[in-house]
């Protein structure tokens, strides 16, 4: 995942080595990407599902290139895919498909760059652990991929959406981010919504919290307390 031609953990930072200056930087579960200045994109790191984009394969110890993807403006990575933005306003997806993740049309998983379907003027990426939204120029929110948990807000009806589907009705929103199983948007007034799984309360809407819920979920689970933080016991650094 560190990218530096090994499989030792470190304590410190290592540098990449890559052809280009990057201008756009995303880690997943355990498989990184970057965009250069030249609007390519480079990934290493595992690739069991196709992540890299550079075909199924072992996983990729230094930086990869995605083939054939080119005038890419910014990635992001989630739990076994990724996507990118390119300029025009289309976006880019590769890797698992289980749950729709990739925007396809369909749930078949892909090891190269392939476009998402019936999508235009997206400016915005955010890519979670099983599902993936864009903000459009006008301000509306579009989201497809796995929904069992609201992540989709119920635009998917609870069920995967290999399509991008319009999420709420607002059209002011500035900023979206997407987690393991939640996604958050910034509104242009300053509000903060939030919808999905939220067992450690990752909503915000327990207690005294910023965020609020735009619409009734009937997957979200109850708040409950963070557990007590864990040392893994099969870290060991390399200096």
């Known amino acids: 995942q560190l990218g530096d031609n090994s499989t030792s953990d470190r304590c410190t930072p290592v540098p990449v080595a890559l052809p280009a200056p990057a201008i756009s930087i995303s880690a997943g579960a355990a498989s990184t990407c970057a965009v250069l200045n030249d609007g390519s994109v480079m990934c ?3 690739n069991g ?3 890299l984009g550079n075909g199924p394969g072992n996983a990729a110890y230094v930086p990869v290139a995605v083939p054939g993807l080119t005038g890419a403006e910014s990635v992001d990575v989630g739990l076994n895919h ?7 306003g289309t976006v880019w997806c ?4 289980d749950n729709g993740e990739l925007g396809a049309g369909h749930a078949n998983a892909r090891a190269g760059a392939a476009e998402v379907v019936n ?3 997206a400016i915005d990426l955010a890519v979670g652990g ?3 939204c864009v903000r459009k120029a ?3 929110l ?3 991929g796995m929904d069992q948990s609201g992540e989709l807000a119920g635009g998917g009806g609870f069920l995967a959406a290999t399509a991008p589907v319009r999420l709420l009705t607002a059209s002011n929103v500035v900023a979206v981010d997407a987690g393991h199983g939640h996604t958050v948007a910034r509104l242009s007034d300053g509000g903060v919504i939030a919808w999905g799984y939220n067992p450690y309360g990752q909503l915000g809407i327990s207690g005294a919290g910023p965020n609020t819920v735009p619409l009734s979920c009937p997957t979200i689970d109850v708040y409950a307390p963070l557990p007590t933080p864990t040392t893994d016991p099969e870290l060991t650094c390399t200096p």
Not at 82 to 88: E, I, N, S, T, Y
Not at 94 to 97: D, E, S, V
């Open 44 to 46: 290493w790191g595992y």
């Open 49 to 51: 599902s196709g992540e």
């Open 138 to 140: 006008a301000g509306t």
């Open 119 to 121: 999508l235009a003027e």
């Open 130 to 132: 099983q599902h993936t």
């Open 142 to 144: 579009w989201c497809w």
């Open 82 to 88: 990724a996507c990118a933005l390119k300029g025009g």
């Open 94 to 97: 590769w890797g698992n498909n």
